[in-house]
């Protein structure tokens, strides 16, 4: 497979969570980002923990491996690798990393909120709330509803394949009005009939940012940051300005393949994630992507009525066993039970973790995507492999 076609494939799956679609020697060195509750981990269950991250380094490649973890009352945080590629710079504890399609979960937090509110119907169609706003050919907002957008079961076609991803040294620094994504998916047909079958598509969660706009007359990034950043404590957490290309620090540095320049490795820190939108733009800490999914499984951010919505789920056909709710994965675990969060991709971070009902919480992230230095498949495997044994060891 050429670099060409490798970085196509992987700009495809961008902020999709299939594992199957999808330098530097290890160490542990570390620098503390911000002070973690408790000092990074060191004891017996967290050797196994540290192995998997050590393996996402020396096998698989990754500049650097990073991971959360609070479980039994108590909370480790693990690193592994290099800041910066090619060096032997400390990865901080806890770094700042691009959360990607995790935003998913936020922005389906907000739309249940209003449903709560008696704002938003979750069987309503969009029609109702954007009037003449989706149309296209097999394309009818009339009758695609709120929960198919939510859930991926809607059949829009996913503007990420249409916007020209597969450059990114062209849309590096290029930015993307919610409006003209939307455009880039209507001039395609639909994928199935509303309801027929599941599958992923950014342009749902970009509708679910515009219906949130549209009914609180307020932009989508204000009232994710008013409605869940703030009331569940995230300090790490943030919806980037417009203009706004950077990550802050302490961060390992994000790395991504460029098919202008051969497949060349370049550095993606540094980017415009307006395409991402209410699908995939905020930026935020493993820890506070884990205690955001502890907090919602806790009943800290929705009523009751509307998690019990947010956890029915349906078939989703990407491993075994694996399902979606609104805007939430559920995960079968190696040790039993499984756990719910949802998982981000997007140049230079993938992130993965979640909450458990019984108390455990992850959050993982490395500093590639799958594919950018080692096979595609093996090494997205492998990142799944570390967040079970998160959850399990």
Request: overall charge neutral; hydrophobic content about 40%; some cysteine.
């Amino acid at each position: 497979m050429t670099p060409k076609t490798t970085t196509s494939k992987l700009r495809k799956c961008l902020l999709v969570i299939a594992a199957a679609c999808l330098v530097g020697s290890a160490t542990t060195v570390a620098a503390v980002a911000h002070p973690p509750e408790e000092a990074p981990g060191r004891g017996s269950k967290d050797r196994a923990l540290q192995k998997s991250l050590d393996a996402l380094v020396s096998e698989d490649k990754f500049p650097a491996a990073v991971a959360w973890v609070r479980k039994d009352g108590r909370t480790s945080s693990l690193v592994s690798g290099s800041a910066r590629l090619g060096e032997q710079a400390p990865v901080p504890h806890d770094g700042y990393v691009r959360a990607g399609s995790n935003t998913k979960t936020f922005t389906a937090v907000v739309v249940l909120q209003l449903v709560a509110e008696g704002k938003v119907a979750l069987d309503e169609p969009i029609e109702t709330y954007l009037p003449g706003v989706v149309r296209g050919e097999g394309i009818d907002g009339r009758k695609i509803t709120v929960r198919q957008l939510l859930q991926h079961t809607s059949g829009l076609p996913n503007y990420t394949e249409h916007i020209g991803l597969e450059d990114f040294a062209r849309i590096q620094h290029k930015f993307f009005h919610p409006h003209d994504l939307l455009t880039a998916a209507l001039a395609h047909p639909a994928e199935f009939a509303p309801g027929a079958k599941w599958k992923y598509s950014n342009t749902n969660y970009l509708l679910a940012g515009m219906l949130i706009e549209k009914v609180t007359e307020r932009p989508v990034q204000e009232q994710i940051t008013e409605r869940v950043i703030r009331k569940a404590g995230l300090r790490h957490t943030s919806w980037p300005q417009p203009g706004d290309m950077t990550v802050p620090k302490p961060h390992a540095r994000g790395y991504a393949l460029s098919s202008l320049e051969n497949g060349k490795v370049v550095d993606a820190t540094r980017m415009d994630p307006s395409w991402g939108g209410a699908a995939g733009q905020m930026i935020s800490t493993p820890s506070d992507l884990a205690k955001f999914a502890r907090l919602l499984l806790d009943g800290k951010l929705l009523a009751p009525g509307q998690l019990a919505e947010m956890r029915e789920t349906v078939d989703a056909p990407i491993l075994p066993g694996w399902r979606y709710g609104l805007g939430l994965f559920r995960i079968p675990l190696s040790c039993g039970g499984a756990y719910w969060g949802h998982g981000g991709d997007i140049d230079g971070y993938e992130t993965r973790g979640g909450a458990t009902d019984d108390g455990r919480s992850v959050g993982l992230a490395v500093t590639a995507l799958p594919g950018t230095f080692s096979d595609a498949e093996k090494s997205a495997k492998a990142v799944m492999s570390a967040t079970d044994t998160a959850f399990c060891n």
